[in-house]
């Protein structure tokens, strides 16, 4: 899986957008970036993923730069809720060698302050 | 309705101590995960299970053996605890290798060994 690099903590006011960046420079075609988050003394949540294109669901937007050697998590409009370390994950999509592996990094601590 | 449900949350024994963790998931999933998180909050996969069978074995010591009566159930049995696993483990199921998408984790088990 490719390694990836994320800024080790962030700061945004509640309302304001927040957007976690993530490098994944050695990315290759078959992998995907996949963002989860964990919210204190709680189990990651899933919070998006994708390929090349820019995705959005309810809870975020995903930016993918078209090298694909970063990307961009968007929370449109933080809340105190959304504090939490931000996870972002590359690898590929089924099978491999490390069947369901899930391999977590550092991630981002995101402060959102009132 | 919890999606993947641990018991006990919390436990505290002693070393040289023989404990289980409990897992069961309710999403239908075939495949199910021990993850480790340590002091330093760094979250690494233990085990993992597909259709009741071992899948990944990460390296962890052979006082650790999980067992998986059934695809909703994956326990964690640990023998002659020491200091060292003191940790929060989270017990995480997805529907085979969907790359990152759709696992779920439970809220976790905080283990102290004193």
């Known amino acids: 899986d490719a390694k990836t690099t994320q800024p080790t903590s962030m700061d945004c006011a509640e309302g304001r957008a927040a957007n976690l960046p993530c490098n994944h420079s050695?990315?290759?075609?078959?992998?995907?970036v996949y963002w989860y988050r964990q919210i204190h003394s709680q189990g990651p949540q899933y919070i998006i993923h994708g390929l090349k294109n820019n995705e959005t669901n309810e809870m975020a937007s995903l930016i993918i730069t078209e090298d694909r050697k970063s990307s961009t998590l968007i929370l449109p409009h933080a809340t105190l809720r959304d504090t939490a370390v931000y996870y972002c994950?590359?690898?590929?999509?089924?099978?491999?060698?490390?069947?369901?592996?899930?391999?977590f990094g550092q991630g981002t601590i995101l402060t959102v302050h009132p | 309705d919890t999606a993947v449900s641990q018991t006990p949350k919390y436990l505290v024994t002693q070393m040289g101590n023989d404990k289980s963790i409990k897992c069961e998931q309710n999403?239908?999933?075939?495949?199910m995960y021990w993850y480790k998180q340590d002091s330093k909050k760094f979250l690494k996969i233990m085990f993992s299970?597909?259709?009741?069978?071992?899948?990944i074995n990460e390296t962890v010591p052979n006082r650790f053996s999980p067992k998986s009566p059934d695809k909703a159930h994956l326990n964690l049995h640990i023998n002659s605890l020491e200091l060292g696993d003191s940790a929060v483990y989270f017990c995480?199921?997805?529907?085979?290798?969907?790359?990152?998408?759709?696992?779920?984790f439970g809220s976790g088990t905080r283990l102290t060994v004193v």
């Open positions: 994950i590359v690898r590929p999509r089924g099978g491999g060698t490390s069947y369901g592996k899930l391999t």
């Open positions: 999403l239908g999933h075939d495949t």
């Open positions: 995480a199921s997805s529907q085979g290798d969907r790359g990152g998408y759709g696992y779920t």
């Open positions: 050695t990315i290759s075609g078959n992998e995907y």
């Open positions: 299970y597909n259709n009741k069978e071992l899948i």
